[in-house]
């Protein structure tokens, strides 16, 4: 069965600093990968999906961006944050087309202040 | 936008008691998900049903879809504090979509 480990679990930062979320995903090959946010009390936004290494989409226009550097592995980023970025963020995976169930990661909630 | 809409938003009840989630959504879709989320934690899926299949059960949890009403429910019945959690539908057409959720308050 596969696992989705995200970290940091949790993160307090400064408006205007960078960020770095990382995502890793055992028992699994070739997975398409997603990045998810979640407003307090709000359903999930999808933010970036990536079906192999390199390969980024970006499902809206943001202050974040995504990188596939290996093939169970996927960052989220950002140069400087906001303080609409705070929110929980949660790594997806899913197998080959995005017609079947998807695994999430346990999150990582990061407040920017 | 949002495909899915949940109704109601919370719902409390007694253990023991059924407890039913609605989902609305508004285009085609391949297939719809149900996913619960305790608080602080990542999504676990619950049951998925394809746009041709009406119902589908797994253990305590009926789900039902109607597409000429672009509908579903969620029943879990005999609930039990366990189940206190949110609840979201997703449709799937290309990507999933997520609804805003259902609070589900299970009382001992």
């Known amino acids: 069965s596969q696992t989705i480990h995200q970290w940091p679990a949790t993160l307090v930062q400064p408006v205007g600093s960078p960020l770095s979320l990382e995502c890793t995903v055992e028992g699994t090959s070739n997975p398409n990968l997603y990045w998810y946010r979640q407003a307090a009390g709000r359903g999930l936004q999808l933010l970036f999906y990536s079906v192999g290494i390199g390969q980024i989409s970006s499902e809206v226009p943001q202050n974040l961006s995504a990188s596939r550097p290996q093939d169970r592995q996927f960052i989220l980023s950002s140069k400087k944050l906001l303080l609409s970025d705070s929110g929980f963020y949660l790594c997806?995976?899913?197998?080959?087309?995005?017609?079947?169930?998807?695994?999430f990661g346990p999150g990582t909630r990061l407040t920017v202040l | 936008s949002q495909q899915g809409e949940e109704d109601p938003q919370a719902l409390s009840i007694q253990e023991g008691e059924n407890a039913t989630m609605n989902c609305s959504y508004k285009t085609s879709i391949n297939n719809l998900q149900w996913y619960r989320q305790n608080s602080g934690r990542g999504l676990v899926h619950l049951i998925l049903?394809?746009?041709?299949?009406r119902e589908k059960h797994s253990g305590r949890l009926r789900v039902t879809l109607d597409t000429s009403k672009k509908s579903s429910s969620l029943l879990i019945t005999a609930s039990r504090a366990a189940d206190t959690a949110s609840y979201f539908c997703?449709?799937?057409?290309?990507?999933?979509?997520f609804g805003q959720g259902t609070i589900l308050t299970v009382h001992p």
């Open positions: 049903i394809r746009s041709n299949e």
């Open positions: 997703a449709t799937s057409y290309g990507k999933l979509t």
């Open positions: 997806a995976t899913g197998p080959g087309g995005s017609y079947n169930e998807q695994f």
